[in-house]
């Protein structure tokens, strides 16, 4: 369930990446023609069965083959500098007719991409001038125009991050997939776990996790809509569609006003059973609609029962919204000795929920202590001083704001170094650990009488 | 799973890790008959069995307290006795996503180490993965074989793993049972060059294969390049990984017009000690010249100081005082302080990809 195959498929979900690094999304549907613009087009059909990440060639108009042989360039003693060279547009004799002409050729077919480049760098007066290294780039750029190839690539976290932040990283609050990953990694998501989820990401997160996590995980999603705003979910397939996830009872979805109003929500839906009588009676439409809207009850019901059980093994939050006010009321949700992760974009919102989560603590029922203390003969401030012991508060320790940044080098021979330009990355963590702390327990060093109540220690 | 399912109530035998404070977890292996102790004083782990995790256990003096910790691998990472330098959760979350580490992935890792990056693959790979881990040092191998017992990670007793006591770079990586096909390989090896080229044997024949060497030097990572391209691998780059923890704190907001106004406030304290003091020196000066003239001094009482040089506000607050951060008589900004307890450089990281057409190309070569 949710293991998403290396092979290409019908209707599966490509990333393709053009030679000028742009990448387009498309969905492969049966008999079609996806048109790549000056890069060629191939039919949808010949990519079925096919490995993704592979590069294909477009070898003839429409056909396409995995591009094998990969050209490794072997190095010289660089003797040459470029003291003498002059910039300038005459450098290259073709003209822009005699480009436009090839250009024609190629997609026609009479012509190969590689071959253009060649003429293009025979008729360069400074090509031969130029060291191995620029020459390298030279026809490097050159093959952004010109090569008719494409490499299809799988959906993960990776590509659909890089697809959204190069498309949309608004809509996505700019998480990158570094961030996604070290919230997922210090959230201990496993297989199996049950996770509660804030993400106003377009889903981009739940997609992310829902990949790492398999079928066997329940995720609760909690959103500010009437229905989940889930537009990046289709990028990772048709399994991965809201419907999809639901039907299979991995994922549960629930709006604030559910949240905060359960009674009220499930009396809003609620409808009496009909007879068997008035089901015989009813046009078949109806009657699917009738199931439909009890079932929707039935799986909000459950929803809510689960919610109020609380105790999930992790909560996650991507939200516009002030992260306190969301943190208030689903904090008590949490289990104890599990994990909170709070994403921003800017770091000031962590800071200030930092210091929030710093002071915040909420009554704990202790309903069950297997150790209890035998309550011997003891005096009224004794009983007293022992109840007010016996008070547990749940609080957050290891409160942390991470900032986890990548930066990509180019590793070439003679030529290892960081790239020039990168994306500025964004994106901040904050993370936690949520304790029961015991009111009347005193820290090493602390006299009772100083001591605040509901916070015993000063350490995090 | 990795360490024990979640559960709620620690038992005897379990593995719990103990928080004492910050940046400072200890693992504890819960037998009713010990205790254990700590600047804090004595803690008992019969006091501990039947208590909630997360839930915190003073010393038997009530002088501390501590909090005991379900393990996950990134509390595990903190907290485990390190034999070797280890992978920090950073590099290891970053190092998933490149690998696109997942439930079900198939994984090779050399060598074993400390184990921190071991138990995190066991974890995420889950039941449907696996996790072929190699280490090469003796007693390393011992260590880490008895850990992985006691944390149900190996594949015999429900879990994920083999381990395996071997010399990649010289033996390669092949086991006994069967045909062994990877998704994902992490190589922490001193030289990775001599390890790559016995894994084609192992990358996968269907779908793409991905490889990372975590290496600290440049001259290690060109080396390991180089060798991946001889070897059919494609897609090579390399990351850098630039971590920072920051502590949210608080600063006081004071506008420069305190610092004026206390110097406004010495000066005219040390301009009314000084009049004083001119008018005292007057006097006795007077009272001198009347004794030596034996004449009765007019003044018969030096003039009554002006009242007590008044202390200001300004005056009264002392300029050393440690305030207490966050005391609510003063005004406070949120800020951030970087974690001063942080490695700048753990090491770089290099990744390729492995596609089944270069399969039919390594075939060729090596005929």
């Known amino acids: 369930m949710l293991k998403s195959s290396p092979i290409i498929q019908e209707n599966s979900p490509v990333f393709v990446k053009l030679p000028s690094e742009n990448v387009r999304f498309i969905t492969l549907k049966p008999n079609n023609t996806i048109s790549l613009g000056k890069f060629g087009s191939f039919y949808t059909n010949d990519l079925y069965g096919k490995t993704y990440d592979e590069t294909f060639e477009i070898y003839e108009p429409k056909k396409i083959r995995v591009l094998k042989t990969r050209e490794v360039q072997t190095l010289e003693e660089e003797k040459k500098t470029n003291q003498e060279l002059i910039d300038c547009r005459g450098n290259q004799l073709m003209s822009q007719e005699e480009i436009d002409k090839l250009r024609k050729q190629i997609k026609e077919g009479g012509l190969r991409g590689e071959e253009a480049i060649r003429q293009l760098t025979s008729k360069s007066l400074t090509f031969d001038q130029k060291t191995q290294y620029a020459q390298a780039k030279y026809v490097n750029r050159k093959g952004e125009k010109y090569l008719q190839q494409f490499r299809a690539l799988r959906p993960c976290l990776e590509t659909v991050t890089e697809y ?51 079928g066997d995980s329940k995720v609760t999603l909690i959103h500010p809509n009437e229905q989940p705003n889930s537009s990046c979910l289709e990028l990772w397939g048709k399994e991965y569609t809201e419907e999809s996830l639901v039907e299979k009872g991995i994922l549960r979805t629930l709006n604030w006003l559910q949240v905060v109003g359960p009674d009220e ?17 009813m046009k078949l439409r109806h009657r699917k609609r009738y ?164 916070s015993a220690n000063k350490k995090k | 799973m990795v360490f024990s399912k979640y559960k709620e109530f620690v038992e005897d035998g379990d593995l719990v890790v103990a928080w004492i404070g910050r940046n400072k977890l200890i693992p504890l292996k819960i037998e009713a008959d010990q205790t254990f102790h700590n600047q804090y004083g004595a803690f008992p782990h019969s006091e501990m069995i039947g208590k909630r ?98 944390h149900n990670m190996l594949e015999g007793i429900n879990g994920n793993t083999h381990l395996m006591h071997r010399d990649v770079c010289k033996d390669g990586f092949e086991i006994k049972e069967s045909p062994l096909e990877v998704d994902a390989i992490f190589l922490d090896l001193p030289a990775p060059w001599e390890a790559i080229p016995h894994l084609i044997k192992h990358v996968s024949r269907n779908s793409s294969s991905r490889i990372c060497c975590f290496s600290p030097c440049m001259e290690q990572i060109q080396r390991s390049a180089s060798a991946l ?38 000066k005219r304290h040390r301009t009314e000690g000084f009049e004083r003091r001119k008018e005292r020196q007057r006097l006795e000066k007077q009272l001198a010249e009347s004794a030596e003239n034996g004449v009765e001094p007019t003044d018969s009482q030096p003039s009554t100081p002006s009242e007590t040089p008044s202390k200001s506000p300004a005056m009264t607050e002392k300029v050393n005082k440690r305030i207490r951060e966050g005391d609510e008589d003063y005004e406070w900004s949120n800020v951030a302080r970087v974690d001063s307890n942080l490695k700048s450089h753990t090491s770089y990281l290099l990744f390729a990809v492995h596609l089944p057409s270069q399969l039919d190309n390594e075939i060729e070569s090596t005929e």
């Open chain 1, 164 to 214: 959204m932040l190069a498309h949309d990283p608004y809509k996505i609050m700019e998480l990158t997939a570094d961030c996604s990953t070290y919230m997922m990694t210090l959230g201990n998501a496993q297989p199996g776990g049950r996770y509660l989820v804030v993400d106003e990401t377009g889903c981009l997160f739940l997609g992310s996790l829902l990949e790492r996590l398999g």
């Open chain 1, 291 to 454: 199931e439909g809207r009890k079932a929707s009850y039935a799986r909000l019901q459950s929803t809510l029962e689960d919610f109020e059980k609380g105790n999930f093994d992790a909560l996650f939050v991507l939200s516009n919204h002030t992260p306190m006010s969301v943190l208030n009321l689903l904090l008590p949700k949490v289990g104890s000795s599990r994990p909170v992760l709070v994403y921003s974009p800017y770091q000031q919102v962590l800071i200030d929920t930092h210091h929030e989560l710093f002071k915040w603590s909420h009554p704990f029922e202790m309903t069950e202590i297997k150790n209890e203390e035998t309550t011997k003969d003891e005096s009224a401030e004794e009983q007293e001083l022992r109840i007010a012991q016996d008070a547990w508060i749940e609080k957050l320790i290891m409160l942390d704001i991470h900032e986890i940044r990548t930066r990509p080098y180019q590793v070439l021979p003679e030529r290892t170094h960081p790239f020039m330009s990168v994306r500025g990355d964004m994106g901040y963590v904050l993370s936690g650990l949520k304790v029961l702390s015991s009111v009347g327990t005193v820290a090493a060093g602390r006299f009772p009488k100083r001591q605040k109540q509901g």
């Open chain 2, 53 to 150: 995790y997360g839930q915190q256990i003073s010393s038997t003096a009530k002088q501390g307290f501590i909090y005991l910790l379900q393990p996950t691998p990134e509390l595990w990472t903190l907290a485990l006795p390190h034999r070797t330098q280890i992978v920090y959760t950073p590099d290891i979350s970053i190092i998933f996503q490149k690998l696109r580490i997942v439930h079900g992935t198939r994984v090779i890792e050399a060598g074993t180490g400390s184990a921190s990056m071991s138990h995190a693959l066991s974890r995420t790979v889950g039941p449907s993965g696996k996790l072929y881990s190699y280490e090469y040092h003796a007693s390393r191998y011992q260590t880490a074989l008895q850990e992985f017992r006691d």
């Open chain 2, 229 to 266: 391209q001889d070897s059919g691998w494609c897609d090579i780059e390399m990351l850098e990984v630039s971590y920072k923890q920051w502590a949210a704190r608080k600063t006081r907001v004071i506008h420069i017009n305190d610092a004026i106004n206390r110097l406004k406030e010495v």
């Open chain 1, 265 to 281: 929500a499930l009396k809003d839906m609620y409808m009496d059973d009909c007879s068997e009588e008035q089901l015989s009676e």
